[in-house]
């Protein structure tokens, strides 16, 4: 009977370890899949296209690193709408998770945005507008009311050691 246990120990043992290999393939072959099907110029350039299309305005990355957390921005600079003076933001570093599945259809879905030591210059006009409107949208035709989301929706941001300065002309 111990002869028995002990052969159904190592048969549960081996089919572990057989599934953790295969697991291992998996996530090697899926790895491989999508840093040929993306490489670092091309996901830079698709990042840096749905930024722009998200924020209406001009953006560059110096550099951009797949990582397994995410997208690692290094430069990044999003000028001012309408080709006012100035950048909106400036970051050195910014770490953004991505979801996975829309990545794959060349889509960019934000999980958390994470700015280290970033650079906000923020404006209203003398008319008591923003220079940031134009990145909202108002969501009362589409949800019968409520308030303006952010066109460019993060599951979370996180900001640290930033500078805000606001340049209020009214």
Excluded at 55 to 81: S, Y
Excluded at 162 to 169: N, S
């Amino acid at each position: 009977a111990l002869r028995l246990l002990f052969a159904a120990f190592r048969t549960v043992l081996r089919g572990f370890g057989l599934s953790f290999i295969v697991l291992v393939l998996l996530i090697v072959g899926l790895a491989v899949y999508v840093h040929h099907k993306f490489g670092p110029e091309e996901a830079r350039v698709l990042v840096i296209t749905q930024l722009q299309a998200l924020l209406h305005r001009e953006v560059a990355i110096e550099r951009m690193v797949l990582t397994p957390r995410g997208l690692k921005l290094k430069g990044l600079r999003v000028r001012h709408a309408g080709g006012a003076e100035g950048d909106l933001l400036v970051c050195d570093t910014a770490l953004i998770t991505v979801k996975l599945r829309p990545l794959l259809r060349r889509r960019l879905e934000l999980g958390t945005v994470r700015l280290e030591s970033p650079q906000i210059d923020l404006r209203r006009e003398a008319d008591g507008s923003w220079d940031i409107a134009d990145m909202f949208v108002s969501s009362k035709a589409a949800a019968g009311g409520g308030a303006l989301p952010l066109a460019l929706a993060a599951a979370e941001m996180i900001i640290n050691d930033g500078v805000l300065r606001v340049d209020d002309r009214k």
